[in-house]
């Protein structure tokens, strides 16, 4: 089996049941808060991406958001998927949402791809080969001061101290305007990969949202890491992260994390 268009054809093929169903009516509950939503196209999208791996590659191990963990428990790949990343956008019908789908091996992150399927970008990378949007090769910005930096800031109300991220954009106003809220942390991570935004620092997320777009920052030249400097931890509930090109990300932990 080819890995590479393995994994990019399970988001497109998700990619395809999300925009099927955008601007209709959609069945939706809440999860763990009244912010935290699932809908049926969620869960249609991810039986459709299990179904396939688990029927082709039944050795491998998997941890997907509205399912948890299945598969094959001591396998040395895992999938992590989020069927629908920016769930909240779709409902809303804001064109801001994706889908991702990355692997590990033994724990090291080993490809990812982010499908946004209302612009038909596949933003894609494996370790070691570089990161690609649509095939084209793909860098991080080469941005250097704050002050001209595009921020994504956000955090998850219910799992950080929100005083805390409120502190960083006092911290931060004081040199840039630009700072944006997407509302899904796998594409905006994919866009921090093309350079389109510069940095982006999030509390509260999982590790679904950001195993993909992960290997698709560092193979485009960025970095990627929690508040306190190291790699992100995949088997932790509620991860915090900081990225972007190696000045900016540098100038925020000075700024910030101090
Ligand atoms: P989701 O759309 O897959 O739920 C929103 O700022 C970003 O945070 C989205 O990527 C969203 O993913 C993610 N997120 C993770 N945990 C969340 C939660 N408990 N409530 C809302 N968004 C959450
Ligand atoms: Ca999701």
């Excluded at 990343?85 to 990812?112: A, H, K, Q, W």
């Amino acid at each position: 089996m080819d890995l590479n268009s393995f994994i990019q054809d399970l988001a497109r093929g998700a990619g395809a049941i999300i925009k099927d169903k955008h601007r209709r009516a959609k069945a939706w509950r809440s999860k763990s808060s009244p912010g935290d939503i699932v809908t049926e196209v969620d869960e249609a999208c991810e039986e459709y991406i299990l179904s396939r791996i688990l029927r082709d590659c039944p050795e491998d191990c998997i941890l997907s958001e509205e399912t948890g963990s299945l598969g094959n428990p001591s396998g040395v790949r895992t999938w992590i998927i989020d069927p629908l990343d920016g769930t909240r956008n779709y409902m809303m019908d804001i064109p801001f949402f994706c889908c991702s789908i990355g692997t590990t091996l033994n724990g090291v992150p080993e490809c990812g791809a982010v499908y946004d399927p209302i612009h038909d970008e596949m933003f894609f990378a494996c370790r070691g080969a570089g990161a690609t949007l649509n095939g084209e090769k793909i860098s991080v910005s080469d941005v250097d001061t704050v002050e001209d930096a595009v921020i994504s800031l956000a955090w998850v109300k219910d799992k950080v101290d929100r005083g805390r991220f409120v502190e960083y954009i006092d911290e931060l106003s004081r040199e840039t305007s630009y700072f944006r809220r997407f509302g899904s942390a796998a594409l905006v991570m994919a866009y921090v990969a093309c350079g389109r935004v510069h940095a982006y620092l999030q509390g509260g997320l999982c590790p679904w949202d950001v195993a993909a777009a992960t290997v698709i920052i560092e193979e485009a030249g960025g970095v990627v890491t929690d508040l306190a400097g190291l790699p992100v931890d995949l088997d932790n509930p509620d991860i915090e992260i900081v990225t972007g090109n190696r000045f900016i990300h540098h100038a925020l932990m000075e700024k910030i994390v101090r």
